[in-house]
T-cell receptor, first 114, second 115 residues
Framework: DVKVTQSSRYLVKRTGEKVFLECVQD?????MFWYRQDPGLGLRLIYF???????EKGDIPEGYSVSREKKERFSLILESASTNQTSMYLC?????????????FGAGSRLTVL | AQSVTQLDSQVPVFEEAPVELRCNYS??????LFWYVQYPNQGLQLLLK??????LVKGINGFEAEFNKSQTSFHLRKPSVHISDTAEYFC?????????????FGTGTLLAVQP
């Protein structure tokens, strides 16, 4: 009954590597989001997308980019990973453009950059 | 800009005791408010939401929250907690961001239920 799937639960990368985090949803949702979660800081929005090939910056987009070539898939890209990007990354999706819509989250991807 | 404040980073409580997790928001317009819960090693799931109407909202697992417009608060309560309620709880407000809506989260409150 998994609806939002993040391809990797745990990743370990080296500084300077290019990192791809993949997220797939099977609910035909228009909106997809990438958050990072850090202790004491809660969830902070990195990027979001409201349609295929459409993206908008969140609150902390620096050092990240995204790709949405298909409606069900939203990828987060770290062009050159740095140690301060060590974090838990959460993908989520929602339907339509109503503020009342609920986000469905994936289980998260814990990235460690050495 | 809309924001959410959760003043308590951690709330220890004994099993079967009541608990209140506090959340305050800042907004000059109508808001949609949410509480999400994150159990250990899992993603977030919806606990309850306030959209309009009755200010007392009931959610899953016996939790409820009260929307107070004058105090800009949306505190979460449970009359008797269980060990299984140990989790991190996030308050969130929906804001318009460009072409769609996005959720702004608070910093979270860790509820630690002790036997």
């Amino acid at each position: 009954d998994v609806k939002v799937t993040q391809s990797s639960r745990y990743l370990v990368k080296r500084t300077g590597e290019k990192v791809f985090l993949e997220c797939v949803q099977d609910m035909d949702h228009e909106n997809m989001f990438w958050y990072r979660q850090d202790p004491g800081l809660g969830l902070r929005l990195i990027y979001f997308s409201y349609d295929v090939k459409m993206k908008e910056k969140g609150d902390i987009p620096e050092g990240y980019s995204v790709s949405r070539e298909k409606k069900e898939r939203f990828s987060l890209i770290l062009e050159s990973a740095s140690t301060n990007q060590t974090s838990m990354y959460l993908c989520a999706s929602s339907r339509g453009d109503s503020g009342a819509n609920v986000l469905t989250f994936g289980a998260g991807s814990r990235l460690t950059v050495l | 800009a809309q924001s959410v404040t959760q003043l308590d980073s951690q709330v220890p409580v004994f099993e079967e005791a009541p608990v209140e997790l506090r959340c305050n928001y800042s907004s000059s317009v109508s808001v949609y408010l949410f509480w999400y819960v994150q159990y250990p090693n899992q993603g977030l799931q919806l606990l309850l939401k306030y959209l309009s109407g009755s200010t007392l909202v009931k959610g899953i697992n016996g939790f409820e929250a009260e929307f107070n417009k004058s105090q800009t608060s949306f505190h979460l309560r449970k009359p008797s907690v269980h060990i299984s309620d140990t989790a991190e709880y996030f308050c969130a407000v929906s804001v318009r961001g460009g072409a769609t809506n996005k959720l702004i989260f608070g910093t979270g409150t860790l509820l630690a239920v002790q036997p």
